[in-house]
């Protein structure tokens, strides 16, 4: 059972980049699946998150307007596109893998890193 993330990398404050979580062992469609991020110095905090049953998506309210989450199931994968970065956006993105949004995730991924600059 693994979730890998990838996508991200160094982009300009406004830029967008388009994060990617893969699962392998099991079927993301089971599980909703949630972003989260840690900055440096900061606590781990949750992004936002697809349900399991209807594709519904939150979002913190720092993203709103401007993350998007979607999921390809025939790909098995999750995506996070993000735009109008922020430099407050810079941190380590984790994908992880819930029986429900909002409950303690079952499986992580690695993290990425995503760095805006001003």
């Known amino acids: 059972v693994q979730l890998q993330a990838s996508g991200g990398g160094l982009v300009q404050a406004g830029g967008s980049l388009r994060l990617s979580c893969a699962a392998s062992g099991f079927s993301l469609d089971d599980y909703a699946i949630g972003w989260f991020r840690q900055a440096p110095g900061k606590e781990r905090e949750g992004v936002s998150c697809i349900s399991r049953s209807d594709g519904s998506t939150y979002y913190v309210d720092s993203v709103k307007g401007r993350f998007t989450m979607s999921r390809d199931n025939a790909k098995n994968t999750v995506y996070l596109q993000m735009s109008g970065l922020k430099p407050e956006d810079t941190a380590v993105y984790y994908c992880?893998?819930?029986?429900?949004?909002?409950?303690?995730?079952?499986?992580w991924g690695q993290g990425t890193q995503v760095t805006v600059s001003s």
């Open positions: 992880a893998a819930e029986l429900m949004c909002g409950m303690k995730p079952r499986y």
